[in-house]
């Protein structure tokens, strides 16, 4: 049996100002073919499984390329056509192949492409055909696109979030992509729409126990496999929003159903998942609270994994808010206070390279042309 794998991750901000290019993905996280690492990351937990089961099982494993970048604004049409065409090519070598594993995240956009996984996944059926199975896992935070859907034999979101079960997700993909490879399941995807945005953390109530119900479904009456697609909010894309996803083995009216009530219930939750979050004056007012002045070193968090890159502005507002003071507020030196944002970061000190880089240039200019005068002289 040959199965081959690969994939490139992004989760991207359509509202956020500064762009995602090649070299993102490179400085974050690249990796081909024979330098993956020896952990599993959040990319590659599907091909650390597929490795291990390959070697211990005695079928081939052709390891493609997998790759990420820090979440950021649209991804360049450039370099999303590099990554899918470097996965794409190497697919087109292995073949044939019996199977094909992708580690994806989702909810990448780049110009010119709302459904960049999408994309990926129609080529690569295009290229294998009908039959060959093609197993994938996405982060929950994702576009669950009729596209992936209708191209895919089965995918598979990671249950938690915060995510601390990626590698568990892996597993499910590559078994049951195997046992789809054997001809012992036809998996079936039921998809459900749920029709509204929100964030839907799994380590609170109600989401607890909907995660638990979720995997508890699995493993009996034909269910293969229970996603939740919580949905990427930052995103201003067609198909955006929270989904059910039901896998069963060839049971399509079931999982139909199934996906229908999963829906219902997920959607009876809105409003009710996030925690207590507070304004930027009252998060100066609890600090005041704990050390009667903000000299203090204080750490403020957004309801995102990544405030830099998925809410931009919102650091900055609560240090407006800081440094003007609000009647009983402290005021703050705005020199006092490290704002940073990663991506603006290395966007400015690659010009700052590029600038310095210049200026050596000129320097080197101006010395070769003292030096040619002297001579002629």
């Known amino acids: 049996m040959r199965i081959a794998i690969g994939g490139f991750q992004h989760e991207t901000n359509t509202f956020a100002p500064i762009p995602t290019a090649l070299e993102s993905f490179h400085e974050a996280f690249y990796a081909p073919p024979g330098q993956h690492p020896a952990d599993p990351?959040?990319?590659?937990?599907?091909?650390?499984?597929?490795?291990?089961?390959?070697?211990?099982?005695?079928?081939?494993?052709?390891?493609?390329?997998?790759?990420?970048?820090?979440?950021?604004?649209?991804?360049?049409?450039?370099?999303?056509?590099?990554?899918?065409?470097?996965v794409l090519g190497q697919l087109q070598a292995a073949m044939p192949v019996d199977g094909v594993l992708l580690g994806l995240h989702g909810a990448m956009v780049a110009d010119g492409y709302d459904d960049c996984e999408g994309d990926l996944i129609q080529r690569v059926r295009a290229m294998v055909g009908p039959t060959v199975p093609i197993g994938v896992e996405l982060d929950p935070h994702c576009h669950m696109t009729e596209k992936r859907v209708k191209n895919a034999t089965l995918i598979i979101c990671f249950k938690e979030f915060p995510h601390t079960d990626f590698v568990a997700r892996g597993e499910e993909v590559v078994?049951?992509?195997?046992?789809?490879?054997?001809?012992?399941?036809?998996?079936?995807?039921?998809?459900?729409?749920?029709?509204?945005?929100?964030?839907?953390?799994?380590?609170?109530?109600?989401?607890?126990?909907?995660?638990?119900?979720?995997?508890?479904?699995?493993?009996?009456?034909?269910?293969?496999?229970?996603s939740a697609a919580h949905c990427f909010p930052y995103a201003d894309v067609p198909e955006m929003g929270a989904r059910i996803l039901v896998v069963t083995d060839n049971q399509r009216a079931a999982g139909d159903r199934l996906a229908r009530e999963l829906a219902d219930e997920f959607f009876a939750m809105r409003g009710k998942t996030m925690p207590p979050y507070h304004t930027p004056d009252a998060v100066i007012d609890l600090a005041l609270q704990h050390s009667g002045r903000l000299n203090h070193l204080h750490v403020v968090g957004g309801h995102s994994e990544l405030?830099?890159?998925?809410?931009?502005?919102a650091v900055v507002q609560v240090l407006r808010v800081a440094h003007e003071g609000n009647g009983h507020h402290a005021a703050v030196d705005a020199h006092q206070h490290a704002v940073f944002d990663v991506v603006a970061a290395a966007v400015l000190v690659d010009q700052i390279v590029h600038l310095l880089q210049l200026a050596v240039a000129l320097q080197v200019g101006i010395q070769r042309q003292r030096h040619h005068r002297q001579v002629d002289g």
């Open 307 to 313: 405030v830099f890159g998925e809410q931009v502005g």
């Open 175 to 226: 078994e049951l992509t195997l046992r789809a490879a054997r001809g012992e399941i036809t998996p079936v995807m039921s998809l459900c729409d749920c029709r509204m945005i929100g964030s839907f953390p799994t380590n609170l109530q109600p989401m607890r126990a909907f995660v638990d119900k979720m995997s508890a479904l699995e493993g009996s009456n034909g269910v293969l496999s229970v």
């Open 41 to 86: 990351t959040l990319c590659t937990a599907p091909l650390w499984v597929a490795r291990r089961r390959s070697r211990a099982e005695g079928w081939t494993l052709i390891e493609g390329s997998c790759s990420w970048a820090e979440t950021a604004g649209l991804v360049s049409r450039g370099a999303f056509e590099t990554l899918r065409d470097e």
